[in-house]
């Protein structure tokens, strides 16, 4: 008997979760831009699902019906913060700094980045309920935990503070009065 491979779905959102982690480093490490408290949130989502993905496609877990939804725990989590983030940024409650290629915020990449990889896991998961029996309780829960944990992150963040007077930091913030 061949070994069995990891499904296409999963393997993409492996692949869309290290361009998020790695887009997410690069913000910070790169371009020397200071995470706020939502945005280590978001990254550190996005470290769970590829951390997830990596050992159920490189260990013989992706045969069982689990990785996808123990990925999409984290994915959904991450993208709440992403959704809330953007929210935030896009009625003026935040500002954000433009992202990597300069056109968007970075709270729209991170949201892009975490409907790009749910885009990915949500196929594999509907593919699990009905070829190895997931259970949709099993999907249920992982969607509600996941919406439970963006709450807790949400509702913990410490407020942005004001930007110093004398520069404009590369952090997200709230508006200035100036």
Same mark, same amino acid.
């Given at each position: 008997? !061949? ?20 887009? !997410?480093?690069?913000? !910070? ?66 500002i954000c700094p433009k992202g990597l290629l300069r056109v968007t915020t970075t709270?729209?990449? !991170? ?68």
């Amino acid at each position: 008997m !061949s070994p069995v491979r990891p499904s296409l779905p999963t393997v993409a959102a492996l692949i869309a979760a290290a361009i998020s982690v790695a887009g !997410s480093l690069y913000l !910070s490490l790169g371009m020397g831009l200071i995470a706020c408290p939502l945005c280590f949130y978001q990254r550190t989502f996005a470290f769970a699902v590829l951390g997830v993905l990596i050992l159920g496609v490189f260990t013989r877990a992706h045969e069982t019906a689990y990785v996808n939804v123990m990925a999409l725990l984290p994915a959904v989590a991450g993208g709440l913060v992403a959704a809330f983030h953007t929210y935030l940024d896009g009625t003026g409650k935040l500002i954000c700094p433009k992202g990597l290629l300069r056109v968007t915020t970075t709270a729209q990449e !991170s949201l892009l980045s975490f409907a790009l990889i749910l885009a990915c896991l949500v196929p594999g998961v509907v593919a699990d309920v009905r070829r190895k029996g997931l259970s949709v309780a099993a999907v249920v829960a992982s969607l509600l935990l996941g919406g439970a944990f963006a709450y807790g992150c949400i509702v913990s963040s410490p407020a942005p503070s004001p930007p110093p007077p004398e520069k404009r930091p590369l952090i997200c913030h709230p508006p200035t009065s100036g």
